[in-house]
């Protein structure tokens, strides 16, 4: 009878835990949805507790959280403090990637093709059309590079890597600068000779289909779906690979002394700097209530546990004094 008795209970403990579990929503930049993914799993077996994130795009995670229908936005271009004022957030880092030129070029392996800033951002200009042209021949002496003409492709979303990938263009050309800008979406100059896709995967999905083309995802994506990514020439002169050591050379400033770790980390001077490397964002109510607070339970099981997983997945950790300037941020949240 007491057996009985103790099978019962346990049943119901196991009922209760199962009710008590706190499901939370999120939406918004697809730069980090891998990882957010990664973790979500984990956390999930770990506490029972379940992380739904949508990756729409930057420009979607932002309007989201303004209007209240998720409990969290991502965004990779951050907010400044005057809109996170204005809207009642509180804003923090994840994370650190890194966004990479992308070639479907026969016969050009992951690495190979070197690109500078100003060539990159000739090619999305239009004024360089094919890959045989003298200017991209002279940075790869000993490069097959055919005659074909130039595809670019683009985020046709609101898009918190296309704000960090224009911001880079606009630091290495006045062109670019003058002509159309750093946002998260601007009107692409070379439009006849260019495909949009609908975020990471979109793009990474037309690079895949069209032959001769370029795109820009985050590294991840190029990883995962072998893309052929190329070295770039950074501010120090150095031609540089997508790697963790090259984005957290990029990341080594102090994020505390910026309101709301409002920072891009584009074109840094470190000598090993990986050029568009770019910070992820959170976004959370400051009056949120309960549900905030699991948010930021959240993400505090993920910095206290998910590092090896970021890693894993070619994303760069944040270091523990940026964890904690984060974790003062935290206590904003009521």
Do not use: C
Not at 113 to 137: C, E, F, H
């Amino acid at each position: 009878m007491k057996l009985s008795h103790l099978i019962v209970s346990v049943a119901f403990a196991a009922v209760g835990v199962q009710a008590n579990a706190v499901n939370i929503t999120g939406a918004g930049a697809t730069f980090p949805q891998p990882v957010y993914s990664k973790w979500a799993g984990a956390y999930q077996k770990a506490t029972g507790n379940q992380v739904n994130y949508q990756g729409i795009g930057s420009s979607g995670g932002i309007k989201q959280i303004q209007a209240k229908t998720v409990d969290f936005g991502a965004t990779d271009a951050p907010m400044s403090p005057a809109e996170l004022n204005a809207s009642g957030l509180i804003q923090f880092p994840t994370v650190i990637g890194g966004v990479v030129p992308v070639v479907n070029i026969a016969g050009v392996k992951p690495g190979q093709l070197k690109l500078s800033g100003p060539v990159l951002a000739d090619i999305y200009m239009g004024k360089i059309t094919t890959w045989n042209d003298a200017r991209i021949q002279a940075l790869n002496p000993g490069v097959a590079l055919p005659s074909a003409k130039i595809t670019t492709v683009n985020r046709s979303d609101g898009s918190g890597t296309t704000h960090v990938f224009t911001t880079y263009l606009s630091q290495v050309s006045s062109d670019w600068k003058s002509k159309v800008g750093a946002d998260k979406t601007v009107k692409w100059p070379n439009a006849a000779a260019s495909v949009g896709g609908k975020g990471n995967e979109g793009v990474s999905s037309n690079v895949q289909r069209v032959a001769n083309s370029i795109g820009y995802v985050e590294y991840a994506y190029a990883k995962q779906n072998r893309l052929a990514y190329t070295q770039l020439q950074n501010r120090a002169g150095k031609f540089v690979m997508p790697d963790n050591t090259t984005f957290a050379a990029a990341s080594n400033i102090d994020w505390a002394k910026y309101p709301g770790f409002a920072v891009t980390i584009t074109n840094m001077p470190a000598a090993n700097a990986w050029p568009i490397s770019a910070a992820t964002f959170i976004l959370v109510p400051r009056a949120g209530g309960a549900k905030a607070k699991e948010v930021l339970k959240f993400f505090d099981w993920s910095f206290n546990n998910g590092d090896a997983m970021a890693t894993s997945l070619d994303y760069v950790p944040l270091p523990a004094a940026t964890k904690a300037a984060v974790r003062k941020e935290w206590t904003k949240v009521k």
